[in-house]
């Protein structure tokens, strides 16, 4: 019995630390060896009763029994803990790996950040070498616009001291032999055809043809004359006059104009001009006589607060009226104050490309002006693109009347009003177009028409009306060009 075996093996325990055990062998009565332990017990002088003997071997069972539930729970303890020491253990082990992932990201993080700073440095590098080089190009093309100019102050004075000498020349001759008197040998001509200044007036002339001279006014200069202020319907267009060529990509086509209602401090003379190609296009180029214009020296340069669209911008009274980039709104802007005066969206107005002219260019809106005041050419959704024509306030740009035509704004290539009449072109890049309809805003109708009109440089991107010269202006593929008229009497 495992409880006997217990109480025996506490006897000898305890009687280990008073006297020694005595072991005793002998056979059994059977013959088979049999050995005795005797253990002396340290506070009992005699065995107990049998009865004592059951009591005592149930108390040792009882304490055996406490003692293992003890030894379970202390197992179960033990068990907790090596579960919270091998946890704590694989903590350890994984800590570090997590500390070392964190810090290759904020390393990754901090090379990505340096890497870009070192892109942003390497492009502002770039630019600045850019500027640099535009600067260094400013300044050399300012070092040869300041010779050119001073070469043509040079030759000025030079065509200067050569006019006034053929005057006195030509005064002398006059003041010379009488009429009566036959005439004698003497100096066939006063021009000095070996001088340098002369030569340099004959390369600059410019070829007109005859009938230009008799029946026309010089196209570089204000018509003025008395008597050419009655309205009528258009009857001729003359050949073009080219008084300036654009240098760059961005003049391949633009707007130029004068203003048929100048004010203060301009004057019939003053001209602007706009080179319409690229995305923001703000700068006004202002050239305060014909001969800057003609040469290329602006005297001012506006730059518009928002950016316009296309070429239909024109100047009357002194205003600046254009279409403001990828919008329906119509802009007046004043040139003297360099000030927005107005802003009106035209309403249903197409814009950016819904219903622009033949020849594309975001034409969509296009501005004029004739003797009556202030014009806008347009098309909206509801005249299914036919061109629709509004008189607008020069003021406050409200609209004060509109005729709708059935004249479809993608079938012509420009347009342009004379005395109330919408007049339009067939074709941008024929050299032997036409002027092909008028519609008479007076009698609300419209007619065909075949008046010959050249495309001398076969892309005329814009064609506008200046009612006191009389003339068309018009841009033909990087070339600004004049058209002489005629009017039938009314």
């Known amino acids: 019995m495992p409880a006997v075996q217990l109480l025996l093996l506490v006897c000898l ?20 060896c049999q050995y005795t332990f005797t253990v002396p017990s340290p506070n009992e002088s005699s065995c107990p009763e049998q009865g004592q003997a059951v009591s005592a071997i149930q108390d040792l069972q009882r304490d055996s029994s406490t ?5 379970e729970s202390t197992k179960a303890r033990l068990s907790s803990l090596e579960s919270l020491l091998h946890q704590l253990n694989l903590d350890q082990a994984a800590g570090p790996q997590e500390t070392h992932e964190g810090l290759q990201r904020e390393l990754g993080a901090l090379r990505r950040d340096r890497d870009r700073l070192e892109t942003q440095a390497r492009e502002l590098e770039v630019a600045y070498s850019n500027l640099l080089r535009d600067k260094s190009a400013l300044e050399e093309e300012k070092r040869q616009l300041g010779q050119e100019n001073e070469e043509l102050a040079r030759r000025l004075e030079s065509s200067s001291q050569e006019a006034a000498r053929l005057r006195r020349g030509q005064c002398l001759q006059a003041q010379g032999p009488s009429r009566d008197m036959l005439p004698g040998p003497r100096e066939v001509s006063q021009w000095n055809l070996d001088n340098l200044a002369f ?17 026309e006014s010089p196209s ?4 003025t004359k008395e008597g050419d202020n009655g309205c009528g ?34 004057t019939q003379e003053t001209t602007w001009r706009i080179d319409t190609v690229g995305t923001d296009i703000r700068q006004v180029f202002e050239y305060s006589r014909i001969n800057d214009f003609v040469q290329g020296y602006p005297s001012k340069v506006h730059v518009l607060p928002r950016p316009l669209e296309s070429t239909g911008a024109v100047v009357y009274a002194g205003s600046l009226y254009f279409q403001g980039a990828e919008s329906r709104t119509v802009i007046r802007y004043e040139l003297n104050t360099e000030a927005v005066k107005a802003e009106k969206e035209i309403p249903g107005a197409g814009y950016h490309g819904q219903f622009p002219y033949s020849w594309g260019g975001y034409t969509d809106i296009d501005l004029a002006v004739d003797e009556t005041g202030l014009w806008v050419i347009y098309s909206t959704e509801e005249a299914r693109g036919a061109i629709v024509l509004s008189q607008l ?24 009003v004379i005395c109330g009449t919408l007049y ?39 064609i506008d009306y200046n009612p ?23």
Request: glycine share 6%; net charge positive; hydrophobic share 35%.
């Open 13 to 32: 325990l305890w009687g280990a630390g008073v006297r020694a055990a005595q072991l005793r062998k002998a056979n059994d009565r059977s013959g088979r």
């Open 67 to 71: 003692q293992r539930a003890e030894l």
């Open 199 to 215: 030569q340099e007036l004959k390369s600059e002339l410019t070829e007109v043809p005859a009938s230009g001279i008799l029946k």
């Open 220 to 223: 570089d200069h204000p018509r």
């Open 233 to 266: 319907q258009l009857v001729w267009v003359g050949q073009p006059v080219t008084l300036r060529t654009a240098e760059t990509l961005t003049g391949k086509y633009g707007v130029w104009m004068r203003d048929p209602k100048p004010t203060y401090p301009y």
């Open 393 to 416: 306030n020069p003021e406050n740009l409200e609209l004060e009347r509109t005729w709708e035509t059935n004249i479809r704004k993608q079938s012509v290539a420009n347009a342009f």
């Open 424 to 462: 339009t072109i067939s074709s941008y890049s024929s050299a032997d177009a036409t002027v092909n309809f008028a519609y008479n805003t007076g009698m609300g109708s419209s007619k065909s028409l075949s008046i010959p009109f050249k495309n001398h440089y076969k892309y005329t991107s814009m």
């Open 468 to 490: 006191s010269e009389r003339k068309l202006f018009a841009w033909d593929n990087f070339n600004m060009v004049t058209y002489d008229i005629k009017l039938s009497k009314m």
